[in-house]
């Protein structure tokens, strides 16, 4: 393993040391979740209940049909927030304590708030900050946290590491896949990580209303900026015809992509009260700085952000901004 930075390595022992510490926790992702904060929330209350703990793991939204098949994943309290108090708080996948959807201030009465994230709009809102933007995942720097904690991992903890890392590196694909994350895959194949399994269910499984809702997204989209960006929209509609949540939009952003000599793909989503966006793009087009416009964040190359404003006015903002972008880079 490489050996890492003496400054991220004190903060990993700190948070090593509240861990070990803490007595009850809560352990929170963001909001609708996906393979990498679910992965790592799932993990480390594994770790925390082998340790003689009690932990309480919150979700604002419900778990990703697809994701279902994780160790653990019953465990999960989705929509349901804690009842009591808790010493430490671990916000998983974060950039903002927002992000976690409303605790009403439960976060904030804990002794010890622990925040790992590797987006690198993440804030240091935490007690201990645990924010490396080199890493591929959150499920990577909770590895490392493990590592440095000296934590043999169970064959169903490997599992759900490696669903993190794999979903947000999209199959090792991304940019942010680096030789560490490749090593610490092999690792967690080497504590028995169901690889096969979790491939199979995540990329070559797809229920009938997510076929369906991608077939409208793909029939939807349109070039624009001479061909460098794509578009498409999803309505309150097309959710409702085909049966779908906002769950089954996981990936359709990344066709976009596919397109020869599109540098950026953006998905717009109606939602009750508000426009999620989400984009993708390739090479030194941050859309990261792109969504912090619009009070959102992520990668460099993955990032989102959701609007509260008529869908119309939205769609035309972002637009702009997107046009903006390959301007600035002219």
């Given amino acids: 393993m490489k ?19 803490g007595n009850k926790f809560l352990l929170a992702g963001h909001l609708n979740p996906d393979g990498d904060t679910l992965g790592s929330s799932l993990a480390m209350a594994s770790v925390l209940k082998r340790m003689g703990k009690r932990v309480y793991i919150y979700s604002s939204d419900p778990v990703p049909a697809n994701l279902m098949f994780m160790p653990g994943i019953k465990s999960i309290h989705a929509g349901k927030l804690p009842s009591g108090s808790f010493d430490t708080v671990i916000l998983l996948e974060c950039s903002t304590p ?29 007690d201990i900050n645990l924010i490396d933007s080199l890493y591929s995942s959150t499920a990577e720097l909770v590895y490392q946290l493990l590592y440095v904690m000296s934590v043999k991992i169970t064959p169903q903890e490997a599992t759900c590491l490696y669903v993190g890392i794999v979903t947000d590196t999209g199959r090792f694909h991304y940019p942010a896949t680096r030789p560490n994350t490749l090593t610490t895959a ?4 080497e504590a028995g990580a169901d690889s096969v399994k979790a491939n199979d269910r995540i990329y070559t499984t797809k229920s009938l209303p997510a076929i369906k809702l991608l077939g409208r997204a793909l029939n939807k989209i349109e070039i624009l900026d001479s061909g460098k960006s794509v578009v498409t929209v999803l309505t309150n509609s097309d ?3 085909c049966a779908a949540q906002s769950q089954h939009t996981e990936d359709i952003v990344n066709y976009g992509l596919m397109i020869p000599g599109v540098k950026i793909s953006a998905l717009f989503r109606e939602e009750q009260d508000r426009v999620t966006v989400n984009f993708r793009s390739k090479g030194n087009l941050d859309v990261s700085a792109l969504a912090k416009k619009f009070g959102g964040g992520g990668h460099r190359n993955a990032a989102g952000c959701k609007i509260k404003a008529p869908f119309q006015k939205v769609r035309e903002d972002v637009l702009q901004a997107v046009s903006q972008i390959y301007k600035y880079k002219s």
């Avoid at 959807?101 to 925040?115: F, S, V």
């Fill in 3 to 21: 050996k890492l930075p003496n400054p991220f390595t004190a903060e990993l022992r700190r948070a090593a040391d509240a861990v070990i510490a």
């Fill in 98 to 126: 927002e992000r976690a959807g409303d605790l009403k201030g439960i976060h904030t009465k804990a002794k010890c708030l622990i925040n790992i994230d590797h987006h690198r709009t993440s804030v240091n809102y935490g």
């Fill in 186 to 189: 092999a690792h967690l194949l």
């Fill in 239 to 241: 959710f409702t015809e």
